[in-house]
């Protein structure tokens, strides 16, 4: 072959190989695969963070592939609230924020158990960015690790919840009031038969105090408080005397005032009220147009006429006027020989009220109407149809606290509780049983109290039940989901080596139910405890 020929040969083998580098010439040699999605599925899998933090992602609980992580220390985390939680571990910070789950997914939080207080079990708490820190109702203890399974991702931290108790006086307290601002209002009685008001700020410090004219003419004839929107304060209460100080004759009467912000008493006030012989207070509230309701109980001098023993209602207008009653209240059922006991009393949302009642049935041979009743009314003070109900053919030995849930469902304790609709529906789940033991031991001195917070219900009762406790009474808190299911961690027991007693429970504006309790011993001491996470 020429070297011509050769040479040409080279030049066109060495082009073939060129073009077949930069692909301008034909190839057989399919491209690469894609790299596989990280991260977790439709399958499902597990993601391990730091110090054995984990979440465990069930089949069906992500419609697609998402990336997946733990981190800790968690950055951009809310603070706990020092005075409410006691960390007992780092924050885990689980991503992304917000992501959803079709199905719950189990997270695994590690705590620190040399920092968890002897006697004490860890908590999980749940913040969003930006927001706080609430407990995570439905954690476990598994060995080092908190276990929980919930719906969504963001941070996750351990703690040990506070009971910050402060020590307001000496004088027996009777009821408790949320305050506009955050601070609380609370009532009782002194040694000389006057009553005591006071307002105490969240740390604990009394701001100021007050006194009123007041006496125990019944059993559960003891002073109530509530507050209206813009500040004002409305006190009710028993007394014997009237406004100069000289004797009714024996017979009792109601006397309403109101105070400003700082303990002085408001023109315009007091307002008496008088049904028969004998009329006590039962309950008092303030709606949103500062319209005070008043709710109790009269009978006659004879004590054996148990047919006198009628609850009544009054109105007032927020500078004294007296705008409806005192009227009867009708409860289901005409049977004699009966006496109908006022209770409670709660503020519907949108207008109107729900009243309780415990009836009394005297003799023997025919059913006297004895047990439990609620009745609905109005905004124009009419029964709403559906009510009165009777919820029990037993009368419990303390009141039947009420409780406002949501779409003004209304939640009333006796020997069980019980739930109704804005109709008077039974709600589903309800009448629940407590599962505290002998309700006997519920409350032996002041009527227990029901609180509606977050979707849960909170009672605050007595109790000998307290596990390593000193064999007396001890105050305790009952949380029950809305169908009347013990939250975990609950009861929560706390109280002195004396016997304890609840006065009062209430919500503040952040959402803190706080406890008003005392001790009855040597020497008497008033308390006020806040519940933290709720």
């Not at 034909?26 to 977790?40: D, E």
């Not at 968890?116 to 930006?130: D, K, Q, S």
């Not at 109900?389 to 509780?417: E, H, I, K």
Request: proline share 9%; glycine share 14%; charged share 15%.
């Amino acid at each position: 072959m020429k070297q011509s020929n050769l040479r040409r040969l080279a030049v066109c083998g060495a082009l073939a190989v060129a073009l077949a580098l930069v692909g301008c010439g034909p190839s057989t040699t399919p491209p690469p695969p894609p790299p596989p999605p990280t991260g977790i599925g439709p399958d499902g899998g597990t993601v391990t963070g730091p110090n054995g933090s984990q979440a465990i992602v069930p089949a069906g609980a992500l419609a697609t592939t998402v990336a997946l992580a733990i981190a800790s220390p968690g950055t951009g985390a809310p603070a706990f609230p020092p005075d409410d939680v006691l960390a007992v571990g780092d924050v885990y910070e689980f991503t992304p924020h917000g992501q959803a789950f079709a199905q719950p997914v189990t997270v695994r939080i590690p705590f620190d158990a040399s920092k968890v207080p002897a006697g004490e079990t860890p908590r999980l708490f749940h913040a969003e960015p930006g927001g706080r820190f609430s407990e995570v109702p439905s954690a476990v203890v598994s060995g080092s690790l908190l276990e929980a399974q919930v719906h969504a991702f963001s941070y996750f931290a351990p703690g040990v919840p506070k009971l910050p108790t402060y020590e307001i006086g000496s004088e027996q307290p009777t009821h408790l009031a949320a305050y506009p601002g955050g601070s609380l209002l609370a009532v009782g009685l002194k040694n000389d038969g006057t009553g005591w008001l006071s307002l105490v700020a969240p740390n604990g410090t009394v701001t100021w105090q007050t006194t009123f004219p007041a006496e125990v003419t019944l059993a559960l004839a003891v002073p109530r408080v509530a507050a209206g929107p813009t500040g004002n304060i409305y006190v009710v209460a028993a007394t014997r005397k009237d406004e100069a100080g000289t004797s009714l004759g024996g017979r009792s009467e109601v006397r309403v005032t109101s105070f400003d912000s700082q303990g002085r008493e408001r023109p315009g006030w007091p307002q008496r009220v008088t049904v028969g012989y004998d009329t006590w207070p039962a309950a008092i509230a303030a709606d949103a147009q500062d319209r005070v309701f008043v709710y109790g109980g009269g009978s006659a001098q004879n004590m054996s006429a148990h047919d006198s023993f009628r609850p009544w209602l009054a109105a007032f207008s927020s500078s004294g006027a007296i705008t409806a009653g005192p009227s009867a209240i009708a409860f289901s059922g005409t049977e004699p020989s009966r006496r109908i006991l006022p209770a409670d009393m709660a503020l519907k949302a949108g207008g109107g009220l729900y009243l309780t009642a415990r009836v009394v049935g005297f003799g023997s041979g025919s059913d006297r109407g004895t047990g439990v009743q609620v009745t609905s009314l109005d905004v124009s003070g009419m029964p709403v149809s559906g009510f009165p109900a009777r919820l029990s053919m037993d009368t419990p030995y303390f009141g039947a606290p009420v409780a406002l849930g949501t779409n003004d469902d209304v939640f009333v304790l006796g020997a069980q509780l019980y739930g109704l609709n804005s109709t008077g529906t039974p709600l589903q789940g309800l009448p629940a049983n407590l599962g505290l033991g002998d309700t006997d031991e519920l409350s032996r001195d002041t009527q227990p109290r029901l609180s509606f917070g977050l979707g849960n219900l909170y009672f605050a009762g007595e109790s000998t039940d307290r596990a390593g406790g000193a064999g007396g009474i001890d105050v305790f808190v009952q949380a029950l989901t809305s169908a009347g299911a013990s939250l975990p961690t609950f009861p929560t027991y706390f109280g002195t080596q004396d016997d304890d007693f609840v006065a009062g429970s209430a919500l503040d504006s952040a959402g803190r139910l706080w406890i008003l309790w005392y001790s009855d011993g040597a020497q008497r001491k008033t308390f006020l405890t806040r519940m933290p996470g709720i």
